[in-house]
Each structure stands twice: as C-alpha cells, then as structure tokens.
C-alpha cells in the first residue's frame, strides 16, 4: 500500500520502514499525530481508538476481508482520489467498504 500512495504521488511509510513493525497501536497513533499522517489499516482497533477519543489522526479503514495483497491494491487504487478528497475536507474516519 506505501509503494502504490507513494507512486502516485502521496508521502507514505509502511510501520515495518519506521522501524514500528511490532509496535503497539498507542505508538502507531502517537506517530500519526506527531506527523499528520493518516493511518490506513484493515484492523477495527484503530476506528475504535477514534470513537473513544473523539479526536486523533485520520483513519482510513479498509473494510474488505482477507484477500491477497494484489487484490487488495486493485480494490483501493480506483478508490484512492476520494480517500484524499475526504481526508483533505476534515473527515477523521473513512470506512471503506
């Protein structure tokens, strides 16, 4: 997913090149926050955090199941203007199904 963001043209890191492979999630969210980033995860933790906090980075939360890594970037790519759109206009959690 990093590789596809960053060829079209968005500034992304996978958590295994930020050296945050095994890292929990409240380092994941601190991370983001520090650096404006958005988190893209399949994982419903993350979307929970959000409700429960009411405020925090951008999550984008794939909603697509277990499928291979091919499959899932030919799902997202086409999706991937909006996400942007949505991020861009304020939106904290987009859910991607």
Do not use: C
Not at 5 to 18: E, I, K, Q, R, W
Not at 27 to 51: C, M, N, P, Q
Not at 77 to 95: A, H, M, S, T, Y
């Amino acid at each position: 997913m990093s590789r596809l963001l960053s060829a079209s043209g968005y500034a992304s890191d996978h958590v295994a090149d930020l050296g945050m492979r095994d890292a929990d999630d409240a380092s994941v969210w601190a991370y983001a926050l520090e650096h404006g980033a958005a988190i893209i995860t399949k994982d419903e933790d993350f979307s929970l955090r959000l409700r429960q906090s009411g405020t925090g980075p951008a999550i984008v939360w794939l909603r697509i199941g277990n499928t291979s890594r091919r499959a899932l970037l030919n799902w997202f790519e086409p999706l991937l203007p909006q996400i942007i759109q949505l991020i861009q206009q304020g939106d904290q959690l987009i859910e991607v199904r």
